[in-house]
């Protein structure tokens, strides 16, 4: 079993400044993915884990200045979080974890956090590749973006404003499980 001690994870909120991300009456994904990225480093640090941050306020970096970040801070794992939005509203609900190929370790962290998710009341739209994406691409380390549900979708904003606390929570344990179970060795 990995030591958390031993781990460096690099968290990455989505966006940020001026790239609002998607955006849906007078939510932003920016915040959305900020406020959960704060929430989901504290339960990671109370597991003992190291958590280096992209940002912690509202700032705008670039994808690569955001992959650069994180290969600088010679972290071991890379977790970028984001809102899902589809063309229209109300059309899509659930999490989904994008990877760069589902055959690498990330996609062992990946599966870990959405069954974690889908515990709490999510329903799981699985892992997919997404190889063109910058922070998956240019990060050498295993790297997994999470969309926290669909942000114009009202039945996902509910949940994840209503179990905003254990959804944190369930994100890091399902990345403390993965790498506690060697995902990562
Ligand atoms: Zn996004």
Do not use: C
Request: hydrophobic residues 40%; proline residues 3%.
């Amino acid at each position: 079993m990995a030591d958390s001690s031993m781990t460096r994870i690099f968290l990455d909120a989505g966006h940020g400044g001026s790239d609002f991300g998607a955006v849906y009456g007078d939510r932003a994904e920016k915040n959305d993915a900020l406020d959960l990225t704060m929430a989901v480093g504290d339960y990671l640090s109370q597991y003992g884990f190291e958590v280096v941050y992209d940002r912690i306020d509202d700032v705008y970096h670039t994808p690569y200045q955001k992959a650069e970040n994180a290969n600088n801070s010679g972290a071991d794992l890379f977790i970028s979080i984001h809102r899902n939005s589809s063309p229209y509203p109300n059309q899509y609900n659930g999490v989904e974890s994008l990877v760069y190929n589902r055959y690498y370790p990330a996609a062992d962290v990946a599966a870990s956090i959405n069954r974690q998710l889908e515990m709490i009341g999510w329903r799981n739209a699985g892992v997919n590749e997404r190889p063109n994406l910058v922070v998956l691409r240019q990060t050498n380390m295993p790297a997994v973006l999470i969309e926290a549900g669909f942000i114009n979708t009202d039945e996902d904003n509910v949940r994840f404003d209503e179990t905003f606390d254990e959804t944190a929570q369930a994100i890091a344990r399902g990345i403390a499980g993965a790498v506690w179970n060697g995902a990562l060795e």
